[in-house]
C-alpha cells in the first residue's frame, strides 16, 4: 500500500495542526497531562470546538454536516489529535446512534436529533447490555410493549457508559417474544431519560471511577414516533453499528502517541540511575509492541479504504477491536512498568488530608498510569468481549 502524502494532503495536515496550535483549550491540555478526569464540560467544550471549525462529525454524510473527507485525511486527523493528546470524542452522539438515525430513521427524526448531536447539546448513551444479557445479547429481555401510540418500558440496562450525563439513551428493546427467532422480536428505541420511571445508579469501577451506571426503567411511556425503523429489525440495526463502535475502540492513534510517551519515558534517568529502555529485554518488548502496532495501523487503513467506497465495517472490525484493544493494554502494562513505583496511586485521605479530589483516587500524569492500567482492563471486554470477536471470525471469516 502507498502511504506517500501528496501535496494537498501534507497541507491538510498543516491546517490541522494549526487549527489544534490555536484552538485546543489549554485547560483541557493541562488536565490531560496531569491525568486529571474531564468533566462532562471539558468533553462538551472540546466537541463543540471541533463543530465550529466543521470537524466534529468526521464520518456523517456531507449533507447532514459530515466532513467529506478521505480516509487518509481521516487518518491524518486522528493522528494529529493523538499527537496533541485529545481526548477522545464521546461516541455514542456523533459515532454510534447518529449512523442509525441517517440510515434507517424517518425524516422527522433526522431533523429532530441530528442538529443537536452535531452541536453537542444533547448526550446520548447506549443501552444494549442487560444483567444476564451482555455476549448472548439476543436473550435480552426489556420489554417495550405497545399501548396505543406509546410503548411501556419496563427492565433494566447495565453497564451504562456516562449514562449519569444523558439526556437520551438508545435502547434494544423486546417488542415481541411470539417470533421463530429471537432477533426478530428486537427493535431500536429512543428514550428521553427525563421520561417519569427512569433512574440511574453507578458502578463504581476498580480504579475508583463513575463511568458506568446501571439504568432502570419502571413502566416508562416512550411514544411510537421514537421507534427507529421497523418494528422487529432493530437487532440488524443495532449490528451495524456494533462494526462501527468496534471499529472505533482499536484507537491505533491513541496507542501511536502512548508509545511515543513510553519510549520518551524510559529513556529518562530516575536518581541518576540507568535508564530503563538500556534494559535489553525492556527495549525488546517495545520492539515488538511496535510491530504489532505497525501491523494494526495498516490493517486500520484497509478497513478506511474499503468504508471509503461505501462498504459498512465487516467482520474485520473484529480484527481491529482484538489487536487494538490487546496493543492498549499491553501499552498499559509497559507503562506500568516504567512509571514503577511512581505509579502508585494515591489517597488523600491515607494521608489525613481532605483535598476537593479525595473521592478520586490519585492525581498526576504518573498516577493516572495505574488508574488507566486498571480502568482500562475493560477495553477487550466492552463493545462485544475479545473471545466473542474470535467467535465471530471464526464463523464469518473462516467460515467455521
Ligand atoms: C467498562 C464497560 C463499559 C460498558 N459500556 C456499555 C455501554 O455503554 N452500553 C452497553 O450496552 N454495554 C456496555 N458494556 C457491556 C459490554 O458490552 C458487555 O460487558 C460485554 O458484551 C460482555 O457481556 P457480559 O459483561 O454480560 O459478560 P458475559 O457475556 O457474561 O461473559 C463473561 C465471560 O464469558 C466469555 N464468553 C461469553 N460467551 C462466550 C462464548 N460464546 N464463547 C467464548 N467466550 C464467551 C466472555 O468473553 C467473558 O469473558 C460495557 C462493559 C464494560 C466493562
Given at each position: 500500500m502507498n502511504i506517500d502524502l501528496t501535496t494537498e494532503e501534507l497541507a491538510f495536515r498543516d491546517e490541522v495542526r494549526q487549527f489544534l496550535a490555536e484552538k485546543y483549550?489549554?485547560?483541557?491540555?493541562?488536565?490531560?497531562?496531569?491525568?486529571?478526569?474531564?468533566?462532562?464540560?471539558?468533553?462538551?467544550l472540546?466537541?463543540?470546538?471541533?463543530?465550529?471549525?466543521?470537524?466534529?462529525?468526521?464520518?456523517?454524510?456531507?449533507?447532514?454536516?459530515?466532513?467529506?473527507?478521505?480516509?487518509?485525511?481521516?487518518?491524518?486527523?486522528?493522528?494529529?489529535?493523538?499527537?496533541?493528546?485529545a481526548p477522545p470524542i464521546v461516541a455514542f452522539g456523533v459515532k454510534m446512534v447518529?449512523?442509525?438515525?441517517y440510515t434507517f430513521g424517518s425524516a422527522e427524526q433526522k431533523q429532530r436529533f441530528l442538529p443537536d448531536i452535531l452541536a453537542s447539546n444533547v448526550w446520548w448513551c447506549q443501552g444494549y447490555s442487560e444483567p444476564g444479557s451482555g455476549s448472548d445479547l439476543a436473550s435480552l429481555s426489556m420489554r417495550a410493549d405497545r399501548r396505543g401510540d406509546h410503548y411501556v418500558v419496563n427492565g433494566t440496562k447495565t453497564w451504562t457508559t456516562l449514562g449519569q450525563y444523558a439526556d437520551w439513551i438508545f435502547c434494544l428493546v423486546r417488542t415481541s417474544s411470539d417470533v421463530a427467532r429471537r432477533q426478530e422480536g428486537i427493535s431500536f428505541l429512543l428514550i428521553d431519560m427525563k421520561t417519569p420511571g427512569v433512574s440511574v445508579k453507578p458502578i463504581i469501577t476498580i480504579e475508583g471511577g463513575h463511568e458506568v451506571n446501571e439504568v432502570h426503567f419502571d413502566d416508562v411511556s416512550v411514544p411510537v414516533d421514537n421507534l427507529v425503523g421497523e418494528e422487529g429489525k432493530g437487532w440488524t440495526y443495532g449490528k451495524v453499528l456494533l462494526q462501527h463502535e468496534r471499529t472505533n475502540i482499536a484507537g491505533v492513534a491513541n496507542s501511536q502517541y502512548r508509545l511515543s510517551r513510553l519510549k520518551e519515558k524510559s529513556a529518562q534517568s530516575v536518581h541518576g540511575g540507568e535508564p530503563l529502555i538500556n534494559d535489553r529485554n525492556f527495549a525488546r518488548k517495545i520492539a515488538a509492541l511496535e510491530i504489532e502496532l505497525k501491523?494494526?495501523?495498516?490493517?486500520?487503513?484497509?478497513?478506511?479504504?474499503?468504508?471509503?467506497?461505501?462498504?459498512?465495517?465487516?467482520?474485520?472490525?473484529?480484527?481491529?477491536?482484538?489487536?487494538?484493544?490487546?496493543?492498549?493494554?499491553?501499552?498499559?502494562?509497559?507503562?506500568?512498568?516504567?512509571?514503577g513505583y511512581f505509579a502508585l496511586p494515591y489517597i488523600p485521605s491515607q494521608y489525613g488530608l481532605d483535598f476537593p479530589v479525595a473521592d478520586r483516587i490519585g492525581s498526576?500524569?504518573?498516577?493516572?498510569?495505574?488508574?488507566?492500567?486498571?480502568?482500562?482492563?475493560?477495553?477487550?471486554?466492552?463493545?462485544?468481549?475479545?473471545?466473542?470477536?474470535?467467535?465471530?471470525?471464526?464463523?464469518?471469516?473462516?467460515?467455521?
Open positions: 483549550p489549554e485547560e483541557i491540555r493541562r488536565k490531560r497531562l496531569d491525568g486529571i478526569p474531564l468533566e462532562k464540560d471539558d468533553m462538551v472540546w466537541q463543540k470546538v471541533l463543530n465550529e471549525r466543521g470537524w466534529f462529525a468526521v464520518n456523517w454524510p456531507v449533507e447532514y454536516g459530515g466532513t467529506g473527507w478521505t480516509p487518509i485525511q481521516k487518518y491524518l486527523f486522528a493522528i494529529e489529535l493523538a499527537e496533541v493528546n447518529a449512523p442509525i438515525i501491523a494494526l495501523e495498516y490493517t486500520e487503513l484497509r478497513t478506511l479504504a474499503s468504508v471509503a467506497v461505501g462498504n459498512a465495517p465487516g467482520p474485520e472490525s473484529s480484527y481491529l477491536k482484538i489487536r487494538g484493544t490487546e496493543v492498549q493494554q499491553s501499552l498499559d502494562a509497559l507503562m506500568m512498568e516504567a512509571a498526576g500524569s504518573e498516577t493516572s498510569t495505574s488508574l488507566r492500567y486498571f480502568n482500562n482492563r475493560k477495553a477487550s471486554i466492552y463493545g462485544g468481549s475479545n473471545e466473542i470477536q474470535k467467535n465471530i471470525i471464526a464463523k464469518h471469516v473462516l467460515g467455521l
